[in-house]
Each structure stands twice: as structure tokens, then as C-alpha cells.
């Protein structure tokens, strides 16, 4: 089985850049996660969706992250523009349902923004 | 407010030895504990998980206890091996299909 597979694995932009993260989730799994970890903290969800829907961006900063999974397979999380304290590694995971809790997650994606 | 507290950020064991990481949350509304452990370079990957309507796991060599009282969980492996060196991180939920709550990580190294 396939895991998670997330690009680019690293990234390095200028603040006030625009920049867009990609990520499959594992086949046949319906709810897709993007989580945000900067170094030395826990991962912290930004976004949770169920098929193409979201279920929660609560913790999303509308005013320059979105994100979307228009067919309801892979998803991209787009930052725009970019600040310094967006540096940190960007998480993707999945579940087979909402109802599944042991999530898997991808190699992530490392964002430095200078 | 940070519910879920990982107070200690790195541990040492020696080879052969337990190795305990231990976490403390505030929400009482918690249903369901996890551990994750991180490789460097590596995403997170499921360990070992427990309810909140028990207060023991085990899985093989590592074992996670629960007291709701206290709203303290703690991972126990034993015995502590090389390979286990890595972050790991608990999580907790509220209800299925709710979002994980991390903790802040503890990095183990376990030495030959």
C-alpha cells in the first residue's frame, strides 16, 4: 500500500511569496488532514477534510492560507503571501474515515521563509 | 492554551533499560489517547493508542497507561532499543472524527 505522498520536500521563498504544497493521500481514503509543525512544538491541524468538503479550517489563517481538494482525492495548501513565521514543516495525512483516528501521515513538506 | 503538555523535551536510556514518556492534558473531554513516534525527515507514525474507558495498552514492548484522574497517560518501552531513539509525540481527541490535539514532542535516545 502506498502511503502519503506529499511535494516538494523542501522549499525556500522569500516573505511576501507565494507558495503551494501538494499532497495524495493514501488510496481510498476519504477524510485528508494539513497540519502545521513548527520546530520544537506538536503538530497543529489546520485544515481537516471530508471528501471535497471541509469539515474544520478553524485554525486555518484565512487571510493567507487556503487550501483545496476539489475531486476529493489529492489537495493542495496554498500560502500567499508568506511570512517569516511561516517557516515550519507542513504535515499531510489521512484516514480511511472520519471515525479513524491513527491518521498517516506523509514525509511532510519544509518550509524556510527568509 | 496548550491541552495537551509534553514537559519533558529529550530523554536519555540506556540500552536494555525502560524507557517512560509521559504527557498531561487538561481537557476532560479527551475520548482517546495516542502516541505517535517521528524520525527525523520522516512524517509521524502511529504507535499506540488507548480509551479513555481503560487504563492500560500493551503492544509487545511498549505499553501506554492512562489515569483520568489525574489526566496523566505515560508510554512505557521496555526494553529500550537503539532504534527506538525518536521524537514522540502524544495526541488526544474529543469524540470521533474531531481533531488531534498534539503534544509538544519528546525526543528519546536510547545509547548502545
Known amino acids: 500500500e502506498a502511503g502519503v505522498a506529499q511535494s516538494p520536500r523542501y522549499k525556500i521563498i522569500e516573505k511576501r511569496q507565494s507558495v503551494a504544497f501538494w499532497c495524495n493521500p493514501i488510496s481510498g481514503h476519504a477524510t485528508l488532514y494539513w497540519y502545521q509543525q513548527i520546530l520544537g512544538q506538536g503538530p497543529k491541524l489546520l485544515i481537516q477534510f471530508q471528501n471535497n468538503g471541509v469539515v474544520d479550517d478553524s485554525q486555518l489563517p484565512k487571510d493567507r492560507f487556503s487550501a483545496e481538494r476539489l475531486k476529493g482525492v489529492d489537495s493542495t495548501l496554498k500560502i500567499q503571501p508568506a511570512k517569516l513565521e511561516d517557516s515550519a514543516v507542513y504535515l499531510c495525512?489521512?484516514?480511511?474515515?472520519?471515525?479513524?483516528?491513527?491518521?498517516?501521515f506523509g514525509q511532510g513538506t519544509r518550509l524556510t521563509v527568509v | 492554551d496548550q491541552q495537551v503538555k509534553q514537559n519533558s523535551p529529550s530523554l536519555s536510556v540506556q540500552e536494555g533499560r525502560i524507557s517512560i514518556l509521559n504527557c498531561d492534558y487538561t481537557n476532560s473531554m479527551f475520548d482517546y489517547f495516542l502516541w505517535y513516534k517521528k524520525y527525523p525527515a520522516e512524517g509521524p507514525t502511529f504507535l499506540i493508542s488507548i480509551s479513555s474507558i481503560k487504563d492500560k495498552n500493551e503492544d509487545g514492548r511498549f505499553t501506554v497507561f492512562l489515569n483520568k484522574s489525574a489526566k496523566h497517560l505515560s508510554l512505557h518501552i521496555v526494553p529500550s532499543q537503539p532504534g527506538d531513539s525518536a521524537v514522540y509525540f502524544c495526541a488526544a481527541r474529543i469524540n470521533a472524527g474531531n481533531m488531534l490535539t498534539f503534544g509538544g514532542g519528546t525526543r528519546l535516545m536510547v545509547k548502545p
Open positions: 495525512a489521512s484516514t480511511q474515515t472520519r471515525m479513524n483516528t491513527e491518521a498517516f
